[in-house]
């Protein structure tokens, strides 16, 4: 069976789930194993690594007198 990712819309839960081709058409989500929520959403990987960014810096100035 296929393994599809997903996401809670609750918690923000990233999950693995294998969903069957037909449960898939007939529109089936696998519940979040966090929170048992339905409000999930698949995940769907682009080709190439995702790369986060971060952004660095940030002003952290203290004035005296
Ligand atoms: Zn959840």
């Known amino acids: 069976m296929p393994l599809y990712d997903f996401r809670c819309e609750k918690c923000q839960h990233a999950f693995e789930a294998n969903v069957s081709l037909k449960d898939k058409e007939a ?10 929520s339905k409000e999930v959403s698949q995940i769907f990987r682009p080709l190439g690594f995702i790369r986060r960014q971060s952004s660095g810096g940030g002003g952290c100035s203290s004035g005296f007198g």
């Open 27 to 36: 529109g089936v989500k696998p519940s979040c194993p966090n929170c048992e």
